[in-house]
């Protein structure tokens, strides 16, 4: 029976870039996955004729320019399109739009306060010095910091440089703004609860913690810490769906003659006298392979498809006291044409971003109780966009599509396993919501995916529906991402590694975690290094 | 007091009214005799209407020229580098033209139009050097800039706004072919020609019926995300698509005041232009000697190591000596490259050189200098198959 040099199990972006970066180094590598189809939460399926959803993830800054042009995806038809504008419909009617030209953004929050208008000033560029800080980490295995390996060391140098050079005053702000709560973030610059609301959608997105809960500030961060084209802090829409992502990484991983098997699920990884031999599928096929890369969750990963008897002790609790809490859920719509709004005039500019339907943190808050309390949130946070008012290729001429994010849908209800009829009553909310706002949005609809949770983990295997493959909180992040001790990719047995979400730098359309992760397999295995450094941002 | 329109500073084009609607930023530059748009509004937004939707760009300035006669033909291949014969009524050619010694005078587009008719479209002004080949031949010559007005209009969903149009037929157009479609009581001329190295098209028609072709497309447009475009835009995805511009990546011969600033066809990476297989055309002569003797520069395109546009930067070998300059150069968005047009001193630009670049950037009032490692690379730097394909896929 053939023999791999590696196979890496998960066609999720992660995946891909791991196993791109393993062949381009002349390794014979396998990717299986479990769906008939590629791509795992960066996705594009058509649903309804006409129509093309991206059915997860729906908008990219995170993923690293540095792989995009090394493995030449613009080549393989990938293009990213950046958006900007965005609003939040307030509940008496009006609403604040996030231009992106200074002045006009000046004007539209002076609407609403003229001093937060100028506080913005001082909020971007404290905001700016964290994302300049932290972005140069993406790129760069973390160190343990319990080794006294010549490579840990100089990594914590490096990093304790990085920091110290700041000065006093910013290593404080640093380490405040990293563990508190966006909530309170937020209140230390603007007076407007309107402002306030639209900018603290970024610190709960696909996180079980509400707006005044401690950690959320880094969750904005990490919303902030991608780039378009060098804006930093930018979004853009990748044409014909996230899905073209994940493509594009397959087309480049086949170049350098890669194999990807669908329909492939990885019942368990095969273990023999402490080092990985190779996979078994679900239907009893054996693939071999003395290198075995998980980009499944740190869950699934060595609580499903791994044997307890295989693991250290440490690492079955650590895995099962991993924070994995799936809080969001998704719609996507096909609308047989634009939708209007009552408060700004149709095809307004603004609407070619997110738009948003919850004015106050009290809001964001309460629908935060509504999750903690085992259901969805009654008046959730949405992040709404309608791609196809700038890409031609996802409805036909006219019509459109809307990706609608939901903050907060539990993994389960009250407790119990979500019913199709709940999962409707869910849909219904939030559609119900949007329709305050806009007249012929409900007449529009003509097809709409409703995803918790539970599709989410029976169709992607995120456990729990969590979208970032484990929350975001310090106590999981950088070296103590998915644990302490294994933050360096490699896994507890030998020849085992983790390319996924799960692993640092986290969650998002990112491919770092996929390629930090090659190049430890890659030194391992004393292979020249495929993977680029980092643009440098100075 | 009323002014001459003569006397004018600028003059407003044809589409003046609906450019000037449109353009938010007022940002307008002078292009010849006329004022354009550098950036309607957002710069992003107006450069992936290019590589994603539909674009529109004011090409009135373009120098144009009306060449009729029956000795056409002829003079064309002796004014132009390229064999003319072979191109036939409706089709487009893309060539230079040199002066004696063999360096390019300007770049351009031949359009065939009809029989014993053809149009030179360029950026700069040669209507005394046009005339002065023309000594012997039967041809007449006269400048038509004026009197022809043109849009480009560019990008993946390009042809399905023509076709909304009701452009019938637009679709077989193939790259370099051009058609008539009666619009507006008159004749429209469409060519599959651009400078976006994308799908696209330009429309000509006399400046009478210019507003009502612009609400026309437009309106067809909308459905496809049509949008306005300035020369900031346009400049991105030229480079993006390796072409040059007279005026930036070479001085056309005519206005050369200094030594060794004049480029021959091969000094401008345009070798396959020269076609030595006709007996007779300006400056075969001089080119010949060169190409036995070896030319002075060479120019490449150079992919750039990192993310900081190399404009305006010296390029230098392993030796840390000057070996050339960049003449254009830009972040890619499409490419998701750093890339850079660039003259060398002979022999340097090979594939395996060493070669920096010198890249100045700034970052909060402070300068900072690197040296970038540059890759030569042939072809463009984007080349989307849609570009050639006929019909052209849906997008
Ligand atoms: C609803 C939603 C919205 C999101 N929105 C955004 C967004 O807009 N922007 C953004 O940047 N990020 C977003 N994210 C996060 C982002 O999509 C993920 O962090 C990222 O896609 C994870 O990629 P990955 O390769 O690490 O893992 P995954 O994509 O989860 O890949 C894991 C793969 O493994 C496969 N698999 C599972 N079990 C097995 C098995 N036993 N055998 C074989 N294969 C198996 C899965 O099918 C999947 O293909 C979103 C996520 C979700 C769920």
Redesign the pocket.
């Known amino acids: 029976m053939k023999k791999y040099d590696a196979i890496v199990?998960?066609?999720?972006?992660?995946?891909?870039t791991n196993a791109a970066y393993l062949a381009k180094a002349g390794l014979d590598v396998l990717v299986?996955?479990?769906?008939p189809y590629?791509?795992?939460?960066?996705?594009s399926r058509s649903l309804y004729e006409g129509w093309t959803y991206s059915n997860?993830?729906?908008?990219?800054?995170?993923?690293r320019p540095e792989i995009y042009r090394d493995l030449e995806l613009a080549r393989y038809g990938l293009q990213i399109i950046p958006y900007e504008g965005g609003i939040t419909f307030m509940k008496n009617g009006d609403y604040f739009g996030n231009y992106a030209d200074d002045e006009r953004h000046h004007r539209e929050i002076a609407r609403h306060s003229k001093r937060d208008a100028n506080a913005y000033h001082r909020y971007t560029a404290d905001v700016s010095r964290q994302t300049r800080l932290i972005r140069p980490f993406m790129m760069r295995t973390p160190p343990d910091p319990t080794s006294f390996k010549p490579r840990d060391v100089m990594e914590l140098i490096y990093i304790i440089k990085t920091y110290w050079d700041l000065g006093e005053e910013i290593l404080y702000d640093t380490i405040r703004f990293w563990t508190m709560s966006v909530g309170d973030f937020l209140d230390e610059y603007f007076e407007s609860s309107i402002i306030k609301a639209h900018l603290a959608g970024a610190g709960i997105i696909?996180t079980a913690l509400g707006v005044y809960s401690p950690g959320t500030a880094y969750v904005l961060l990490h919303h902030y810490m991608?780039d378009v084209d060098g804006t930093i802090g930018a979004w853009g829409f990748a044409r014909g769906g996230?899905g073209s992502i994940a493509k594009a990484l397959a087309d480049a991983f086949q170049s350098f003659g890669g194999e990807i098997k669908v329909d492939?699920?990885?019942?368990k990884i095969l273990v023999s006298n402490g080092r990985v031999k190779g996979v078994v599928l679900?239907n009893g096929d054996e693939y071999h392979a003395n290198t075995v890369v998980s980009?499944?969750?740190p869950k699934?990963t060595f609580l499903?498809?791994m044997e307890e008897k295989d693991l250290p002790a440490d690492v079955v609790k650590k895995a099962k006291n991993f924070k994995i809490r799936g809080s969001?859920g998704?719609l996507n719509i096909s609308l047989d044409g634009m939708p209007s709004f009552y408060a700004i005039p149709k095809d307004h500019e603004l609407l070619k971003a997110d738009f948003h339907f919850i004015d106050s943190m009290e809001r964001m808050e309460r629908a935060y109780d509504d999750w903690k309390n085992g259901t969805w949130s009654k008046d959730p946070y949405l992040d709404t966009l309608i791609p196809t008012q700038v890409d031609p290729t996802m409805a036909p001429p006219g019509k459109h599509m809307m990706t609608i994010?939901v903050q907060y849908c539990p993994p389960k209800v009250e407790g119990k396993d979500w019913t199709d009829e709940q999962r409707d009553a869910f849909g219904k909310t939030v559609i119900d919501q949007i329709s305050e706002y806009s007249p012929d949005f409900k007449d529009l609809i003509l097809h709409a995916e409703i995803?918790t949770p539970r599709e989410?983990e029976n169709?992607?295997?995120?456990t729990e529906?969590n979208?970032?493959?484990g929350e975001l909180t310090m106590d999981q992040l950088l070296f103590n991402r998915p644990f302490p001790g294994y933050a360096q990719y490699r896994g507890p047995v030998k020849g085992m590694y983790m390319?996924?979400?799960?692993t640092h730098p986290g969650?998002?359309?990112?491919g770092a975690?996929?390629a930090n992760s090659a190049k430890e397999i890659l030194r391992d295995l004393r292979r020249k290094n495929t993977v680029p450094e980092a643009f440098s941002d100075e | 007091m009323t002014v001459r329109e003569a006397d004018k500073r600028v003059l407003q084009t044809p589409f003046h009214s609906r450019t000037s609607a449109l353009c938010e930023t007022n940002l307008w530059s002078p292009w010849k005799a006329y004022t354009v748009v550098d950036c309607y509004s957002v710069l992003t937004n107006e450069y992936f209407a290019i590589r994603n939707a539909t674009a529109v760009f004011d090409l009135t300035p373009m120098t144009k020229y009306r060449i009729t006669g029956k000795d056409g033909l002829a003079y064309l291949d002796k004014l132009m580098t390229r064999k003319m014969g072979k191109l036939s009524p409706g089709r487009v050619m893309y060539s230079v033209w040199c002066n004696d010694l063999g360096h390019v005078l300007d770049d351009g587009t031949v359009f065939h139009l009809k029989e014993n008719h053809w149009r030179l479209c360029s950026q700069e002004r040669h209507l005394d050097w046009l005339l002065a080949t023309a000594m012997g031949f039967d041809v007449d010559i006269d400048d038509e800039t004026d009197d022809v007005t043109g849009l480009a209009v560019q990008g993946p969903t390009s042809c399905q706004t023509l076709k909304t149009m009701n452009l019938q037929g637009v679709e077989n157009l193939k790259p370099f072919q051009l058609k008539y479609f009666p619009f507006d009581g008159t004749e429209l001329m469409v060519s599959r020609t651009g400078f976006t190295g994308d799908l696209g098209y330009e429309l000509w028609i006399a400046p009478a019926h210019a507003e009502t072709l612009w609400d026309a497309l437009f309106a067809a447009g909308k459905p496809y995300g049509i949008l306005p475009i300035g020369t900031h835009a346009l400049d991105i995805v030229r480079i993006e698509a390796g072409f040059i511009q007279a005026g930036v990546d070479f001085v056309p011969a005519l206005e050369v005041v200094r030594a060794g600033r004049g480029r021959s066809p091969f000094e401008l990476g345009l070798d396959w232009l020269v076609q030595f297989d006709k007996p007779v055309f300006n400056g075969r002569k001089a080119l010949l000697e060169e190409k036995e003797k070896g030319s002075r520069y060479r120019f490449v395109r150079l992919d750039v190591e990192g993310n900081k546009p190399a404009n305006e930067s010296f390029i230098y070998n392993g030796k840390k000596e000057i070996v050339g300059h960049v003449t254009s150069a830009t972040w890619s968005p499409s490419a998701k490259m750093n890339i850079a047009l660039a003259s060398l001193d002979m022999p340097w630009g090979r594939t395996d050189d060493e070669i920096y670049t010198e890249v100045y950037y700034n970052r909060e009032l402070q300068w900072n200098r690197l040296m970038a490692r540059c890759r030569v690379v042939g072809g463009a730097f984007f080349d989307p198959p849609r570009r050639r394909k006929t019909p052209p896929l849906n997008y």
Not at chain 1, 32 to 35: F, G, M, R
Not at chain 1, 38 to 43: E, W
Not at chain 1, 507 to 510: L, S, Y
Request: charged share 15%; glycine share 24%.
């Open positions: 199990i998960g066609a999720g972006h992660n995946g891909l299986l996955e479990k769906n590629i791509g795992g939460a960066t996705v997860c993830s729906y908008v990219c800054s995170l993923f696909g991608g996230m492939a699920g990885v019942d679900e980009n499944l969750d699934r499903k498809i969001s998704k994010f995803r989410m169709e992607v295997g995120l529906g979208i970032f493959h390319s996924g979400s799960g969650g998002g359309v990112m975690p996929g």
